[in-house]
């Protein structure tokens, strides 16, 4: 049976190890480089990890309703493994309409609507926000660069707090 309320969750596996990486034509210096993922569950089910979650396609979907290239291959072509997410903005809710089943356990049924109540979806984003704060966190500590538009990002999670305000 189809739950009412769905609900969205991220987790983050993330390390900094050494490599070897070119620094000039012929030489190589043992380096540190992050290697990080976003994994999604929804109703307590993870996405499928061969679909990377695009971030900022995300924060986008949150300021209008919309078709987007919610996830894309592991290569980070679209178009090479991926899909769209239809996202709908109702009075107290987000839904999402998936082009394919996103389950990573393919004996979870075929579910592609997610209905996400705002409050839910505040909450996803924000703590969204907060494990790429890590990520950042173990970059800096590490004398390694992780850009990514926090200002963008907050500023989006607001201007949809306000919209869920005025419903």
Not at 1 to 10: H, Q, Y
Not at 19 to 43: C, G, I, S
Request: glycine letters at 4%; aromatic letters at 14%; a negative charge.
């Amino acid at each position: 049976m189809k739950l009412e309320r769905d609900t969205i969750s991220v987790q983050i596996e993330a390390e900094v190890r050494k490599e070897y990486r070119n620094v000039a034509k012929h030489k190589r210096a043992l380096l540190p480089v992050l290697k990080y993922r976003l994994d999604l569950y929804v109703n307590g089910h993870k996405f499928d990890e061969d679909e990377v979650f695009v971030v900022d396609v995300f924060f986008q979907s949150l300021l209008a309703p919309g078709k987007y290239p919610m996830f894309t291959c592991t290569c980070g072509i679209f178009g090479c493994g991926c899909y769209y997410v239809d996202v709908y903005h109702e009075d107290h809710s987000v839904i999402w309409i998936t082009e394919q089943t996103p389950f990573m356990d393919k004996s979870v049924p075929g579910q592609q609507r997610f209905v996400f109540p705002n409050d839910e979806m505040s909450a996803f984003a924000q703590a969204l926000v907060d494990k790429l704060e890590e990520v950042r966190g173990m970059c800096c500590s590490h004398e390694l660069n992780f850009q990514y538009d926090r200002d963008q990002y907050i500023t989006a999670i607001q201007s949809y707090k306000s919209r869920e305000a005025k419903e």
